[in-house]
């Protein structure tokens, strides 16, 4: 059973930038599909990125695409979201999660097994 730890969250500037990690133990960090999600006050948990097993292949959502990147590191146990150009409205708690699979259902919560603490991201105007 892996363990999740996010670091890396802040307060930074509008159309700065910030990168989050997500540090793995306690499984094998390479047999999981892994993605980030991000829940602002009063909404709900959503989207943001996924990334495969071996790195090869990311989804993103509209609201972050081109402006995000997800990455992982498997001989490091570790994930990582490069967020750029950031805007008030990705202001959030930003969670990493794990999957046993690889579902086409990525963007829901009830489909990853595994969820870290959340780290928090305020982006000022």
């Known amino acids: 059973q892996v363990q999740l730890v996010e670091s890396g969250g802040g307060l930074v500037q509008a159309g700065g930038s910030l990168r989050l990690s997500c540090a793995a133990s306690?499984?094998?960090?390479?047999?999981?599909?892994m993605a980030w999600f991000r829940q602002a006050p009063g909404k709900e948990r959503e989207f943001v990125a996924r990334?495969?097993?071996?790195?090869?292949?990311?989804l993103y959502a509209d609201s972050v695409k081109g402006r995000f990147t997800i990455s992982r590191d498997n001989a490091k146990n570790t994930l990582y979201l490069q967020m750029n150009s950031l805007k008030p409205e990705d202001t959030a708690v930003y969670y990493c999660?794990?999957?046993?699979?690889?579902?086409?259902?990525?963007?829901?919560?009830?489909?990853?097994?595994?969820w870290g603490q959340g780290t928090q991201v305020t982006v000022s105007s």
């Open positions: 990334i495969s097993r071996n790195g090869g292949s990311t």
């Open positions: 306690g499984g094998t960090f390479s047999r999981y599909t």
């Open positions: 999660a794990g999957d046993t699979g690889y579902s086409v259902r990525y963007y829901r919560t009830d489909e990853y097994d595994y």
